[in-house]
Each structure stands twice: as C-alpha cells, then as structure tokens.
C-alpha cells in the first residue's frame, strides 16, 4: 500500500511541477520534461521535429489528434474535403483517427504507412485497375522513393512510345483503346460529325485518314468523289442532295425539303425546265411570274401574287377567297367584275379600300358629305334605303321636322349648302313681314307654326302693363327689325311731349303706363 501510494505521490508531483513549468514558459526545461516523459522516437520522416512537440501535440486542448495531423498534410486534408483520392474515398479513413492506421513513437526504422500490397484494394483510389492493368505490378506504375499519389494516370504518361499515331490524334487513347487489349482499337464513329452509314461503314480507316491522318479530314463528298463526279462539277458539290452512302449510281432527290416543294403539274415538270444546265450556278426563281410571266393575262395588273387565286393544277380555272382580306365582298360587290377595283397595272400600288376610292364619280353630294359613304348607304345597293341620323348634325330634326321628306329643304344633294334659318324655309308664312324680325323660334316651335308663345316680361327688356296690354304688336313693332330694341317711353310718345324734351326723355319718372294723361302721386301738376 506504502509502495502505491508513493507512485501516485511521485506522478502527482511531477504533474504539478509539468504544469508549472510548462505555464512559467520555461522552454528548455518544459523541452526536456517533454522528453522525459516521450514513449519513444519519432519515424525517421518526423525527426527534425522530434524537438517540437507542439507541432503534433497541444497539451490541455480539445483538439483532436487527426487536425493537428492535416495541418501539416494538406494534400491529404485536400482529399479528405473533396473525398478524391484513398483517404477522400475509403470511408475507413474518413471516420477514423489518424493514428489508428499510422502509428508515431516507434522509432527511426519503423514504417507509418503500413501498406500492404498485397491485400490493398484499388477501387478505393481514383484509378481503378481494370483489364491488363489489374496483372501489373505496382512498381509498373509507382516509382521507389516517390508517394503513391504522384503516379501518373494518363495513358500517355505510359503508353507514350506504344502511339503509333505519333500525337496526332491527341491524348484521349480511351475513345479507341481499352485496358484489355492495347492493339485492338474500337471507335464510335457516330459521335462525330460524320457517322459512318452505308458503304461508308465497311470501307477502311486509312481510305479517308491517309498516313494517319485525322485532323481535319474533309467531310464533303466532293473531296472523296470528285473523280466520279459525271456531271463534272455542273451540279455543285451537294452530293448528298441526289446521292446516298447506300448506292452512289442510284440518284434520288426529294423536293419537299426545299423551300419550293413540287405539287401537281410540277410534279411532272423535268428539272432542266426550271434549272438549267447549271444546276447551282444561278438562283432559280420560285415565284409563280418567274416562270409563268408570259402566262399572265392580266398582263401584272392583279401582281406576281398568282398563288392567291392559281394553283399548279389548275392554272386556267381561278379561283380567290376575298373573304380573307381586309374587305369581304357582300351584297352588290359580290356580282363585281374583279377588273372593276383592280384597274391599277402592276403590283406596286395599293388599292383602296374605301368607298369613295371607287364611288367618287357616283357621289352626288360633291365631296360635301366627306368621304365615309357607309354612314348613309350600304352595299345592298348605293340608293337602297339610305339612313341618315340627323341628330348628330348642327340641325337635329325634332317636332314637324321630323316627318318632314328631305327633299323639302334639301333641294340638291350638295346639303351642307342648305341653310338653317327659320325664314329661309318659312318666310312665306310670317305674317309679320319681316318685323320681328328673323328669329321666328322666340315666339314659335317646330311642333306647329300657329302654336307660339311669348312673354314680353321675359324675353324682352319691356314690361307690357297698363294701357300697353291692349295694343297689337304692330302698333310699336311699325319697321321690319333684326333684333328688337326700344329705347323707353320716348320712342313711342315723342310726339305727345308737351314738354318738347326739356323733362328728358324718362317719361315714367311722372307718368303712368294706364294712360299718358295721369301722373304718379306725388308729382306737381
């Protein structure tokens, strides 16, 4: 018990005098503690740090072994963070401390690594080993005194001297070659921009790569065919427009993949009709008037649209939609000669679609009524029950006006010449002869003539009272006037006066309306 109890005496000192000193910052001693107390020497790789344990070990700190492992092995940090190479993909090694594979403190001689090749398995790298490459050795591949990651991986980097196509054809051997036969090439033709289809599948690599050659091979059929070219060059180098891998002698072309696809009559129509000897030499119209311009009877007054109304198979029998435009033809436009409208030659000019373009000559109205005919007539026929809402001019038509024909005032079918004023139409029956003058609607109405009213109190600035109420309206209205205007007492009554104007002329300032002869009250006689 004595012996136990002096152990534990003797470590509890001496971690009390580490701590002390380890915190006083005595280094040389703290160093020499350190070793005191080191399990063993470091492998031969770690020696020169054997003296600086903090770069491996933090004494009172959480940090685990395997961080302080990476900080120095940044490649192997690099690996683990983006699980690429053994210790990125093993996910032994992703779980496990570094030390449990790697063990320190063994001494100069001992191996850390611990790598059985044997047993090591491959699949856990970035290469794995597959074909012929899984029979080599290691030392085939990873060089003495040099890491494993830095063994190569490219083809190239090995099989350099067995290219027989001296670079030419880059460094991806993969796209031909294989791990388990280097001599035995396959290449998938169809993912380039030449895939290899009829007899072009059987014929021999070097009949189109001379020499080994590749880049740049010409993929026309001209540069391969030109010696079996028997339209010698006329036709163009579009081979593959008539021509097929399958059967070179055997042309076939179709017509429907072009922008002008053969129908009908065309169908018949031999090739040199519309191109020539010189197939690709010249542009070869597709519009109808390129080829059919002495056809046209209408000598181009109807354009070069001919389409619109021939087709291939019938080119004499014509026939147009004009419900399709922007002006359907209804009613009477439909018995229209087409020549009728389209006077104009050419195609050039736009035809009108208004009605007066057409109906300039028929309006009777002389362009007074402007040039919107549908307003009033249709196209059942130009006089077929023409409308007209009368509202919405100057003159609405209200009371008599209304049923009255409108050839009564408009007596010529220029009507913005027609006048408006009540006189110009009923002059005849104003039995006032022009006294009252031409503003017949101040007294009348256009429900009946003979049905006026008039207050002399509100429409006029004379008040008729007393002995006023019995006069006619001639009796002070004696001249024809255009607008009604008295000037008071005095211009009836000047020549009863007695005073001969020296009171003025405000007669109602003494007298009275009952009777001239009578004063107000008040007024000295």
Known sequence: MDTIRAVIGFFAVLAVSLAVVLTAG????????????MPGEVIGVHAKYENECGRCHKPFSKVTQSRLCLDCHDKVDKDM?????????????RRTE?????????????????????????????YELKGKHASVVCAGCHEQKKKFR??????????????????????????????????????????????LAGKHADAPCSSCHPNERHKDTPSDCASCHKLEDTHAGSYGKKCNDCH???EWKKATFDHDKTKFPLKETHIKVRCFDCHGQQFYGKKVPTDCAGCHKNDDEHKGRFGDKCKDCHTPGRWKKSSFDHSKTKFALRERHEKAACNSCHRAAGSGGKLDSACYGCHKGSDAHKGQQGKSCEKCHNVRGWATRVSFDHDITKFPLIGLHAVAPCEQCHTSATYKD????????HKKDDDHKMRLGERCDTCHNPNGWRLWRFDHAKQSPFVIDGA????????CHKEPVKEISLSGCYSCHRAQDEHDGRFGKSCERCHLTSS???LKDGVLH
């Open 244 to 246: 097929n891998a399958r």
């Open 26 to 37: 005595g280094t040389a001693v703290a160093t020499s503690v350190e070793r005191m107390i």
């Open 516 to 518: 001239f002869e009578k």
């Open 418 to 425: 027609t006048k408006k004023g009540c006189v110009d139409c």
């Open 468 to 475: 006023h109420r019995s006069l006619d309206c001639l009796a």
């Open 98 to 126: 570094c030390s449990h594979c790697h063990a320190e403190h063994k001494g100069r001689g001992f191996d850390a690594v611990r790598l059985d090749k044997e047993t090591f398995d491959h699949t856990q790298t970035d």
């Open 150 to 195: 830095d063994a190569p991986s490219k083809c190239l980097d090995c099989h350099k001297r067995d290219d027989v196509h001296k670079g030419k054809l880059g460094e991806k051997c993969a796209g031909c070659h294989d791990e388990k036969s280097w001599r035995k090439a396959r290449f998938d033709h169809s993912k380039t921009k030449f895939r």
């Open 81 to 93: 963070t983006g699980k690429a190479g053994y210790h990125g993909i093993s996910p032994e090694t």
